[in-house]
C-alpha cells in the first residue's frame, strides 16, 4: 500500500481548497510587482507584455492642437507674401525679398526651440503634480500664443511706419530685415512656438522615443509643407488690410481655443471628483477658494481679445496705409497729391511738386513717369528713344521716305520736312507693353499710329488717363499679364513693340527670357522694330551680356543706347532696339527741327546715336547661354541695381515724398 502523498495520490484526507496564485498578503513590503504572465485564451498562450499607460490628448484638445496647426499654416503662408509687399512703397520690390527667407526659417526655428523648452516645463510640472493637466497647459498656452500674436500683428502697420521714418539712417539693406523684425518675424516665432507644442503633445509617447520622434517630425514637415503650398496659392491682399485679417485669423482662433480648453477642463474638473470624493470633501473650503480663483480667471481670458480689438481699430483709423483714395497725410512740404490707389502693382499715386513745376506718377518705391507741368514734356528723356522705331533708314514709316517729289524743280531735289510728312497713314499699328504715364503711347498715337496698350495695373491706366492726358481712343487697352498676352496674340501683327516694364527696381524676368523674346519677334512683322527698355549698368558685362545674347537669339540686328553715358558704372535707362532687318537710323536736323531742338524729345533723339553701348560681342558670342524661363537669374543679378535706384529715388526726391504713400 502506498503512502498518502505518493506519487499519482491526492491527499484525500483534506479537501481540496482555491489555489493562490498571487497572495499579496504574504509578499515583502519591498518586493516589486512582477510583470504580468502568459494568459491562456482560446486554449493556447499569449505572452503578455507591459501596457502602455500613455493616451493620446482628448478630443478638444486635439481640436485645439488641429486648430494651431492650420491657423499657423493659413497665417504664414499669407505673411510671406505680405511682408515684402507691404515694404515694398519704402524699399521696392527686390530688397526686402533679401534675407527674408533665412529670417523666416530662422524665425520659425526659434520659435520651435522656445515651444521645446515650454513643453519640458509642462511635463516637470505635471511629475511635480502640478494643480493642472498636461492637456490643460498646452491648449492655454496655445491659446496665449495666438492672443499675442493677435494683438502684435494687428499694430504691425503703426510700428512699421515708425521703423519707415528710419530708412535713409538703416539704408537699402539692413532697412527691410529690421523693419521685419518689428512686423512679420514676431508671428513666426510664435507659429513655431504653437506647432511645435502641439506636435510635442500628439507625439508624447516616452515609451516608445523612437516613434515619438518619427510623429514629432512628421507634424512639423506637414505644416512645412502646408506653408509652402500656401505661399504658393495665396490669394492677393491690399496690404494693411491683409494684415488685419491675419490679426483677426488669429484672435478668433484663440476664442475657439479658449472655449475648447474651457469645456477640457470641466470634464477634468468632473472626473477628478468621481475618483477622489473623500479628498475633495476633506479639503472643501481650500478646493472651493481654487475654483473660485480658477473662474475669476476664466472671465479676464476674453480681455485679451478685447485689446485686439482695440488695436486693430486703432490701426485701422490712423493708418493711411489701412485706406485708399486721397488722405490729408498726402500733401508734406511742396508735395499735393492728387491721386491714390492700392492696386496689383502696389500704391499708385500721382503727385504735383509744387516746387519744381512737374507732376510724378509713383508705383511702390519707383517713379514710373511725369512731366513737366509748364511744357508737358517727360521728365525721364529715355521715354523718347522709343520715337525712333519710326527713323530708320529704308522703311516706309521714315518720315524722309514721305517727302514728296516737287514739279519744276532742279533733280533730287524734295520737299522740306513738315509735321504733316511725320505723321503714318494710319496702317502702322503698335504693341506698348507697360504704360507707365503713356508718353511712348501718346506720341505713336499723335503720328497717326495704331496703339495697343498691355498695363497690368488698371490704377496706372486710370491716372494716366486722369492725370497725364492719355488719349481716350487709343486702338485697344488690354488691362492684363504681358507675358500672357504676347503668348495669345496673333502672329505678325504689329510694326512696333515698345517693351517698357521696369519698376521698383528691376524688371518682370518673364518679360526678358528666350521664351518671351521668341514671342515678340513671332507677333511682329517680318520687317517690324522692337524697342525694349532696360535699367541697368553699362559696365555689368554679365547682366547685360545675357540680356544682349538673349535678343539675339530672337533678331539678326541688336543695338542698345543709354540715356546718360558719363559713368559706365552708373545705373541709368537704356533702350534695346531689335530687328530681323539693319537698324540704321535717319535722325536728321531737319527731322529735329520739326521736333524741335529746344525741346527735351528733341535733344533727346538728337543725341541719342552718342550714347550707344556696344554689345555686338554679347549678341555674338554664342558662349554665352540665353535666359530661359526655367533658368532666369536676372532676380538675382538687379540687386546691385536695385540699391543704386533705391539712391537713385531718394536723391531725385526728398525722403518726406517717400514716406507718404
Known amino acids: 500500500m502506498k503512502q498518502k502523498g505518493g506519487k499519482g495520490y491526492a491527499d484525500k484526507s483534506k479537501p481540496a481548497g482555491p489555489r493562490v496564485v498571487n497572495d499579496k498578503s504574504n509578499a515583502k513590503a519591498n518586493d516589486k510587482p512582477k510583470s504580468a504572465g502568459p494568459q491562456v485564451v482560446n486554449n493556447k498562450l499569449k505572452p503578455a507584455g507591459p501596457r502602455s499607460t500613455v493616451r493620446g490628448p482628448p478630443v478638444p ?14 497665417m504664414a503662408s ?13 524699399y521696392g520690390n527686390v530688397l526686402p525679398n533679401l534675407g527674408f527667407f533665412h529670417g523666416v526659417v530662422i524665425s520659425l526655428v526659434l520659435g520651435g526651440i522656445l515651444g521645446s523648452i515650454y513643453w519640458q516645463r509642462i511635463l516637470a510640472a505635471c511629475e511635480a503634480g502640478g494643480p493642472l493637466t498636461m492637456d490643460t497647459k498646452t491648449s492655454r498656452a496655445i491659446a496665449a500664443a495666438f ?14 511706419t515708425y521703423m519707415f521714418k528710419w530708412s535713409d539712417a538703416l539704408g537699402p539693406m539692413w532697412g527691410p530685415l529690421l523693419t521685419q523684425s518689428t512686423l512679420t518675424f514676431p508671428v513666426f516665432v510664435a507659429g513655431g512656438f504653437v506647432v511645435t507644442l502641439g506636435a510635442s503633445r500628439v507625439s508624447y509617447n516616452p ?20 506653408i509652402w503650398v500656401g505661399q504658393q496659392t495665396a490669394p492677393g491682399h491690399s496690404s494693411c488690410r491683409g494684415v488685419l485679417v491675419n490679426a483677426t485669423y488669429a484672435a478668433l482662433s484663440g476664442v475657439m481655443v479658449k472655449l475648447l480648453t474651457g469645456h477640457q477642463e470641466n470634464v477634468d474638473a468632473a472626473v477628478a471628483l468621481e475618483k477622489n470624493p473623500a479628498e475633495h470633501v476633506d479639503n472643501a473650503p481650500e478646493k472651493q477658494l481654487v475654483q473660485l480663483r480658477e473662474r475669476q480667471l476664466r472671465k479676464l481670458r476674453f480681455v485679451p481679445t478685447v485689446a485686439f480689438v482695440f488695436c486693430a481699430l486703432t490701426t485701422l483709423l490712423t493708418d493711411s496705409a489701412c485706406s485708399s483714395g486721397l488722405v490729408a497725410r498726402g500733401n508734406v512740404d511742396e508735395f499735393k497729391m492728387v491721386y491714390r490707389n492700392e492696386s496689383v502693382t502696389g500704391w499708385v499715386s500721382v503727385t504735383d511738386d509744387t516746387k519744381r513745376n512737374l507732376r510724378m506718377m509713383r508705383s511702390g518705391h519707383s517713379l514710373i513717369g511725369g512731366r513737366w507741368t509748364s511744357t508737358g514734356d517727360s521728365i525721364f528723356g529715355v521715354f523718347y528713344y522709343a520715337d525712333a522705331v519710326r527713323m530708320i533708314k529704308g522703311r516706309e514709316s521714315n518720315p524722309a521716305s514721305n517727302r514728296r517729289m516737287v514739279e519744276d524743280q532742279p533733280e533730287g531735289w524734295t520737299q522740306p520736312l513738315t509735321r504733316r510728312s511725320m505723321r503714318g497713314s494710319g496702317s502702322e499699328r503698335a504693341l506698348q507693353i507697360g504704360l507707365g504715364v503713356g508718353v511712348s503711347a501718346r506720341s505713336l498715337h499723335s503720328m497717326n499710329v495704331r496703339v495697343d496698350v498691355v498695363e497690368i495695373d488698371a490704377a496706372v491706366y486710370e491716372a494716366a488717363i486722369e492725370h497725364f492726358k492719355l488719349p481716350k481712343r487709343l486702338n485697344a487697352v488690354y488691362l492684363t499679364d504681358g507675358r500672357q498676352f504676347i503668348d495669345e496674340a496673333a502672329t505678325s501683327t504689329y510694326d512696333y513693340i515698345v517693351h517698357d516694364v521696369f519698376t521698383g527696381g528691376s524688371v518682370p524676368a518673364s518679360l526678358f527670357s528666350q521664351s518671351a523674346v521668341q514671342q515678340l519677334q513671332r507677333i511682329l512683322k517680318h520687317d517690324g522694330v522692337l524697342a525694349m527698355n532696360y535699367v541697368g549698368i553699362p559696365n555689368d558685362k554679365r547682366t ?15 543695338r542698345c543706347f543709354a540715356e546718360i553715358l558719363e559713368d559706365r558704372d552708373t545705373m541709368t535707362n537704356m533702350m534695346f532696339f531689335a530687328s530681323a532687318k539693319p537698324l540704321e537710323f535717319d535722325i536728321s536736323d531737319d527731322l529735329l527741327h520739326i521736333i524741335g531742338k529746344h525741346t527735351i524729345r528733341g535733344r533727346v533723339l538728337g543725341g541719342m546715336l552718342r550714347n550707344e553701348v556696344d554689345v555686338s560681342g554679347f549678341v555674338e558670342n554664342t558662349d554665352l547661354s540665353p535666359i530661359t524661363d526655367s533658368w532666369n537669374p536676372l532676380p538675382q543679378w538687379q540687386v546691385s541695381t536695385a540699391i543704386q535706384h533705391w539712391h537713385a529715388m531718394r536723391g531725385m526726391v526728398s525722403t518726406s515724398y517717400w514716406l507718404n504713400y
Do not use: K
Not at 79 to 87: A, C, D, N, S, T
Not at 147 to 160: E, G, K, N, Q
Open 147 to 160: 492672443d499675442i500674436v493677435a494683438s502684435l500683428t494687428a499694430l504691425a502697420p503703426l510700428r512699421a
Open 61 to 74: 484638445v486635439l481640436v485645439s492642437i488641429l486648430i494651431g496647426f492650420i491657423s499657423t499654416s493659413i
Open 207 to 226: 515609451q516608445a522615443p523612437g516613434r515619438q520622434a518619427a510623429m514629432t517630425a512628421a507634424c512639423l514637415g506637414a505644416v512645412a509643407i502646408c
Open 544 to 558: 547685360m551680356g545675357h540680356v544682349a545674347r538673349t535678343i539675339g537669339t530672337s533678331f539678326a540686328y541688336v
Open 78 to 90: 499669407s505673411l510671406i507674401r505680405l511682408g515684402p509687399q507691404y515694404l515694398e512703397p519704402i
